[in-house]
């Protein structure tokens, strides 16, 4: 098995032998959104727990909304503080894992990728923020950070952007497995 791991800049080599590139990208900035929804979940549970006010609808709804707002936040960050890429070529794939549970999750077969290009700058601004992203004018991305990223444009007519470090390797490492598919298609 050939593995193209992130930073190597080398490219496939010929059928033969399986081809894997991983890569992923981080922002330790996430954390500490993180933390600011572990103190909101904290201060909700103190206010259930150990409160000046008198029990009461008030009270109960304040410390459930704390509570909520908190894991929201902090489960919604963690979801997104990484992301990890494979290009699996003899499974015909590229699969995206978001967070340490690596869910949400996307499988793309390369069967259905028409194109893909490197995107040197993206920032989370383009995409409307971090995380998971939808806009009709633009697609789908995967954004968890500022910086290069690769854009799968797929048969369908969408697209898909995965901020990713190294993105130009997996860049490459597709467009090779495209050619050789056209190849093999015309011959």
Known sequence: ?????HGDKGTP???GHSE??????TNHGQWVLALGGAACMALGIGLAVDSAWAPGIALAMSAAGCIAAGLLVLFGTIAFVHVAVKVDIDQDFLEVRCGHMGVP?????????AGVDFAPSVTPRHWGGWGYRWRPDKGTAVVVRRGEAVVLRLWDGHTFTITVDDAEAAVRIIRARLRRTASGAKG
């Open 1 to 5: 098995m050939r593995e193209y791991p």
């Open 13 to 15: 080599e010929g059928a």
């Open 20 to 25: 894997v590139w991983t890569g992923r990208a």
């Open 105 to 113: 999750r996307r499988r793309i077969p390369l069967s259905q990728v």
